[in-house]
Each structure stands twice: as C-alpha cells, then as structure tokens.
C-alpha cells in the first residue's frame, strides 16, 4: 500500500498529538464576473479556506509528507453581495501509481450549487454535529469524500467511515436554506446528497470494488505485468457495467463521476491492448457510457 496506516493509539497520553495534515490541496479563487472595489477580500477568503483543507487534521492516520493527497479546489465566484457568495467549484484529485512518476485523475468534477456566506478575518468554524457554515460544510464534504475514495483506491472499501462523515454532513445540512443538500432539489439526482447516497447504496458496491481493482489490481501492478494488470482493469470495467445493468437509468450519478475522471485513461491503457481486448472493452464502454462514445473510438485505431 501507499502508506502504513497507524492510528494515534500508543503514546496517546505521553507525546502530543499533531496535525495529520493529510492534503495538498491546490487552493485557487477567481472573481473577474464581480465588480466589487474589495477585491482583499477574495484573497483573505482564499488563504482562510486554504488553512482549513490544508492545516488541519481530518483523520487519525499518519501521513508522510510524501503521502499527501494531491487535489486541487477551484472557486469561480460569480456573484457577491453583502458577505454572499455564489459560484461553482471545480474538484480534481490524483492520486499517484506505484513504483511510477505516473498520477491517475481520482475524481474530476465541478459542483454548480456554491452558495455560502463569508465575513472577511472571522475564523471558518466546523462542526461534525451541527451545520454551521455553508463553506465549511461544503468544504468538509469534499474532503471526506476524497479520502473515501483514495482510501478505497489502497483498500477495498476502506474509505467507508469516511463517506459516513460526509452523509453526516448532509443530514446535518437538511435545514440549510443553501441549494445542493436535499433530494428533492435536483430532478437529475445530481447533487451533493446524491453523490453520497450512491456510493452508500449497497446496489452501486461494485463501482467502489471498480476503484479498488482498478488502481490496486491494475494500475499499480503495470510497473511489472503489464497484460496482466491491464486484464484487471478490463475486468474492473465489467464492475462498472453489472452496475449499468441493474440500474439501466441516467440517475447513476456516482457511476457518472467516475467515468468522467477514467475516460481519457481507458483510452490511454487499452490502445496497447490486443484487438479482442480492444473490442470487448469498448463494447461494454459504449454501452455504459455513451457520452465518451467518441473518445473510445480511438482504442480501436491504434495498432499494439
């Protein structure tokens, strides 16, 4: 694995505990849709949501410096009146192969429903209990949500409490007057409360067993086999489409987000693979994911 996961057990009492800081996480604002004369302020909010991704600890693990995961936040502030806040945010997470210089895009997507209220130097407050904060649960969320899946890109569902955390956020945000939290708001079903209610959902496991055979199975193993890793991501994209089979909808939103962050690589990986492969492979993409139809017309192009 990445990293040996040691809880803060041991010397508990005796030595203090320090921040796990567990990201690297690329921090960046943009406001040139708002005509404000305090323009301090979009900086003032950049650095404050920095501190709060980057300068704390989210889990009771060790990170190694070296073992921090790399994600970038984008905030498109497009309005701003009298503390609020509105725009999108745009996530993506890598996560790097074993033994490689290589990084596998985890997670690539942009929320639409930013909504929050900032004051300018009052501190980001969080709780796990309590929705405080419109930023700071939106932020929270976020990042439960990528641990949980570079947790379960290590281990098979070990991302779990993780992904609790974040439904936690949820239900504790059902009163929020903000967009993007309940059901009901989305007739996509694609929303923040969707997203976490399908990777809970029992019926869509084998997208997490994807994320997990996938990276571990596959891609960290193409260092030293590489037919045979890359036979484990063929079979990872069968999780995909047994998942695809049963829900045959287009409320699939977790399933969704995952083929926007792997389509570029399917068609990286098996563009060396034999032509049987290639057709078997692309067969199943087409029919899951259609919208990257054209993308995975270039597997069949290229010759081993």
């Given at each position: 694995m990445k990293r040996t996961i040691t809880a803060f057990v041991a010397l508990f009492f005796l030595l203090p505990v320090l921040p796990a800081q567990e990201f690297r996480c690329n921090i960046?604002?943009?406001h040139s849709r708002v005509q404000t004369t305090n323009r301090q302020v979009f900086e003032t909010l950049q650095s404050a949501i920095n501190e709060f991704v980057n300068g704390r600890a989210w889990t009771n693990y060790q990170f190694a410096n070296h073992e921090r995961i790399e994600c970038s936040m984008l905030f498109n502030i497009q309005d701003y009146k009298s503390?609020?806040?509105?725009?999108?945010?745009?996530?993506?997470?890598?996560?790097?192969?074993?033994?490689?210089?290589?990084?596998?895009?985890?997670?690539?997507?942009?929320?639409?429903?930013?909504?929050?209220?900032?004051?300018?130097?009052?501190?980001l407050e969080f709780s796990e209990t309590a929705h405080l904060s419109n930023l700071t649960s939106i932020l929270a969320y976020y990042v439960n949500i990528i641990l949980g899946l570079d947790f379960d890109s290590f281990g098979l569902k070990s991302g779990?409490?993780?992904?609790q955390r974040a439904e936690r956020i949820v239900t504790n945000a059902q009163n929020a007057k903000e967009r993007g939290w309940r059901a009901g708001e989305s007739t996509s079903r694609k929303?923040?409360?969707?997203?976490?209610?399908?990777?809970?959902?029992?019926?869509?496991?084998?997208?997490?067993?994807?994320?997990y055979q996938y990276h571990r199975?596959?891609?960290?193993?193409?260092?030293?086999?590489?037919?045979?890793?890359?036979?484990?991501?063929?079979?990872?994209?069968?999780?995909?489409?047994?998942?695809h089979q049963k829900r045959p909808d287009p409320f699939m939103y977790f399933?969704?987000?995952?083929?926007?962050?792997?389509?570029?690589?399917?068609?990286?990986?098996?563009?060396?693979?034999?032509?049987?492969?290639?057709?078997?492979?692309?067969?199943?993409?087409?029919?899951?994911?259609?919208?990257?139809?054209?993308?995975?017309?270039?597997?069949?192009?290229?010759?081993?």
């Open positions: 960046q604002l943009t503390d609020q806040f509105t725009g999108t945010l745009q996530i993506q997470v890598r996560r790097p192969v074993f033994n490689s210089s290589y990084h596998t895009v985890l997670l690539n997507f942009v929320d639409n429903d930013i909504d929050f209220q900032y004051i300018e130097f009052e501190p779990t409490e993780f992904y929303n923040r409360y969707w997203l976490i209610s399908n990777i809970l959902n029992e019926e869509y496991a084998p997208i997490r067993e994807f994320v199975q596959g891609l960290d193993r193409m260092y030293e086999k590489v037919t045979e890793a890359r036979l484990s991501v063929a079979e990872s994209v069968r999780l995909l489409h047994e998942v399933l969704q987000v995952m083929l926007d962050a792997k389509s570029d690589e399917f068609v990286s990986i098996f563009q060396e693979a034999m032509d049987d492969e290639k057709r078997r492979v692309v067969a199943l993409l087409n029919q899951i994911d259609p919208t990257h139809a054209d993308k995975y017309r270039k597997i069949m192009t290229t010759s081993p």
